[in-house]
């Protein structure tokens, strides 16, 4: 909430955008609450409309106990309360200083792994169209210029590290449902995985496609960091400082989003 109210209006401003703050709309408060004199206050809340039409908002997972998570998983609102307001009644429509402005402002869709309860589930994508999607995922593995030069000459003790590594990248993208608990089975349909030695390492490179109802950024990343894992395991008889980073998400397409690049 300080991230939204505070910090990215900030950097929006530094960067030279007019429009500082996220789409917001009136809503009046289905719960009555304080809020201290003279401090802007923000609180978590969940959006909805009452039976004659009106935009209402009710606060969700407010303290700090084990509860706010699911109030997390429900809140779809930042509620913003002004300075000069200490308490707001039901049916209450506070507005922000300068006239008019809603104390809701829409932040995010509730986290679609967790239900209301809280607890971790997978997201029911039977409703969605089957669509061809990628996702390109890349990688780094550092080492130093002995085991550069034992990858460049072919001499690494195990043998052919880059060979046994894409294999492994190529296995885990196929599994990646058995590695990360709530990602879906899809059909992966293509997978191609690139290893280049440079001076200061490996660079490796997935791309999966999957014509299926759900993306395969999860397969990306799983072939990335299990091509690196073997690739350490077949390099640390001669480094063993060898290290994995910068595992990302560098692309994707297809789907409802549409196409995404890293910028």
């Given at each position: ?56 908002v ?103 590290a ?12 196929k ?64 480094d063993?400082?060898a ?21």
């Amino acid at each position: 909430m300080s991230f939204e109210v505070f910090v990215r209006p900030a950097i929006r401003k530094a960067a030279g955008h007019t429009g500082l703050f996220r789409r917001s709309e009136k809503a009046r408060a289905l719960d009555a609450f304080g809020s201290p004199a003279g401090r802007l206050q923000a609180a978590r809340g969940e959006l909805g409309t009452d039976a004659d039409g009106h935009r209402v908002v009710r606060l969700v997972g407010t303290g700090q106990g084990s509860h706010v998570l699911g109030g997390l998983a429900r809140a779809g609102a930042l509620v913003v309360v002004p300075e000069d307001v200490t308490r707001v009644e039901p049916g209450d429509e506070p507005a922000l200083p300068g006239g008019g402005t809603p104390v809701s402002e829409q932040v995010q869709p509730g986290l679609t792994h967790v239900d209301a309860r809280g607890q971790a589930r997978m997201v029911d994508v039977s409703a969605k169209d089957v669509t061809v999607r990628s996702a390109t995922a890349r990688g780094r593995v550092l080492l130093s210029s002995v085991a550069v030069a034992a990858l460049r000459s072919g001499e690494v003790p195990k043998g052919d590290a880059l060979a046994v590594a894409r294999i492994a990248g190529l296995q885990a993208a196929k599994r990646t449902p058995d590695l990360v608990p709530l990602a879906h089975p899809v059909a992966v349909h293509g997978v191609v995985v690139e290893l280049v030695v440079a001076d200061d390492g490996v660079d490796v490179e997935a791309t999966v496609r999957t014509a299926d109802r759900t993306g395969v950024e999860m397969e990306a990343l799983t072939c990335v960091s299990v091509a690196a894992l073997a690739l350490v395991d077949m390099i640390k008889a001669v480094d063993r400082t060898a290290r994995i980073t910068d595992v990302r998400v560098t692309a994707k397409s297809g789907g409802r989003s549409g196409d995404w690049t890293a910028p």
